[in-house]
Every structure is written in C-alpha cells, then in structure tokens.
C-alpha cells in the first residue's frame, strides 16, 4: 500500500511539474499574462477569468492585504466557480453589511507562506495521500492527489480541482481551483 502511495505521488509530482510552467515561463491565466514580479492583486486584475473573484477581494477590504509582502498562497476560484453558487449568493455576499462573511470565505481560500506545487505533493506524499492546509481564516482544507490532479476539500466535504498550479507572484502563488471553498 505504501508503494502504492509513493507511486501516486511519483505521478501526482509529474503531473504537476509538466502542467505548471517554470519560474522563468510566462503563465497565462484568463487571457492575461500572469508577472511573476507582480503582486496577487496586480495580476489578478488582468485575469477575465478572475473578475468575481476581484470584486469580492475589494468590497471585503482584502486589497493591502493581498498586496502585502506575504508570502501567501491562494486557491483562487474562477468567475465559473462563483456563477456554480446558488443564485444570489454573490449578490448577497458583496453587500457591506456581509462584508465579514466574504472575508472569512475568502480567506479560506489563502494559506500562510508559498505552497507551491513541489510542497503540496511532498504534503501529501508525507500525509500517507492527504495534507491538511491550515487557511488564514483559521479552517482547514483537505489536498489529496485524485487521477494525476489535486483536490482541496473544505470543511464542508466540498471539492475543488486545482486547474491551473503554481502561478508565481512576487508575494506568493496563485492556484486556479474550479469551485468557491466554504468553511463550516
């Protein structure tokens, strides 16, 4: 069972480092070329792919926080994942008076310090198939290797994939995840 495991990882690392573009690669995320010398925010603003995403990390007053020197790592769920909530969420959420609720979901989203894809699969691989990442907000995910992908599971037993890994920032990495993470 342990080779097993280790086969897993052997492939889950694989997988990941040919998916995920070198230091020195231009990554393209939402149409947009992602800068390794800029910041979370500063790329994220040119990502069509990212534009929920962008309004609620303002009208939560997350801004200077994902500006600051970090490092941080962020699952970052794409327009899709947001539009895949029920109808009004969003809506609801990006109201001032929520602004509290969409910080702590959004922080649920960023763990301290630069997880890239090497850390997430040794994590893994050390957790027996399993690495629990501890967020900002204080909650927890769940990171598994699934058919050569990552699956980050929240507290709720949600799940998302890792589409895009390892879009590096001057202040961390970004990880493209295809569903909104949820904390209990």
Same mark, same amino acid.
């Given at each position: +069972?342990?080779?097993?495991?280790? /086969?897993?990882?052997?492939?889950?690392?694989?997988?990941?480092?040919?998916?995920?573009?070198?230091?020195? !690669?231009? =990554?393209?995320?939402?149409?947009?070329? +992602?800068?390794?010398?800029?910041?979370?925010?500063?790329?994220?603003?040119?990502?069509? %792919?990212?534009?929920? *995403?962008?309004?609620? =990390?303002?009208? $939560?007053?997350?801004?200077?926080? *994902?500006?600051?020197?970090?490092?941080?790592?962020?699952? !970052?769920?794409?327009?899709?994942?947001?539009? $895949?909530?029920? $109808?009004?969420?969003?809506?609801? /959420?990006? @109201?001032?008076?929520?602004? !509290?609720?969409?910080?702590?979901?959004?922080?649920?989203?960023? =763990?301290?310090?630069?997880? %890239?894809?090497?850390?997430?699969?040794?994590?893994?691989?050390?957790?027996?198939?399993?690495?629990?990442?501890?967020?900002?907000?204080?909650?927890?995910?769940?990171? +598994?290797?699934?058919?050569?992908?990552? +699956?980050?599971?929240?507290?709720?037993?949600?799940?998302?994939?890792?589409?895009?890994?390892?879009?590096?920032?001057?202040?961390?990495?970004?990880? =493209?995840?295809? @569903?909104?993470?949820?904390?209990?």
């Amino acid at each position: +069972m342990q080779t097993k495991h280790q /086969l897993a990882s052997i492939g889950l690392a694989l997988a990941l480092s040919l998916s995920a573009a070198p230091s020195f !690669a231009q =990554v393209v995320v939402g149409g947009a070329p +992602m800068l390794a010398s800029k910041d979370i925010i500063d790329n994220a603003v040119n990502s069509k %792919d990212h534009t929920t *995403l962008v309004a609620a =990390v303002k009208a $939560a007053g997350l801004v200077d926080t *994902l500006k600051g020197p970090g490092p941080f790592t962020v699952f !970052a769920p794409t327009n899709a994942a947001f539009a $895949a909530l029920p $109808a009004g969420t969003v809506d609801t /959420l990006l @109201k001032p008076e929520n602004k !509290a609720m969409l910080s702590g979901i959004l922080t649920y989203h960023v =763990v301290a310090g630069k997880v %890239d894809a090497a850390a997430l699969t040794k994590a893994i691989t050390e957790g027996g198939g399993k690495a629990t990442l501890k967020t900002v907000a204080g909650g927890n995910l769940t990171a +598994m290797a699934s058919g050569g992908k990552v +699956m980050v599971t929240d507290e709720k037993g949600g799940s998302a994939t890792v589409t895009v890994a390892d879009v590096y920032q001057s202040n961390g990495v970004i990880h =493209v995840v295809d @569903k909104v993470l949820l904390p209990k």
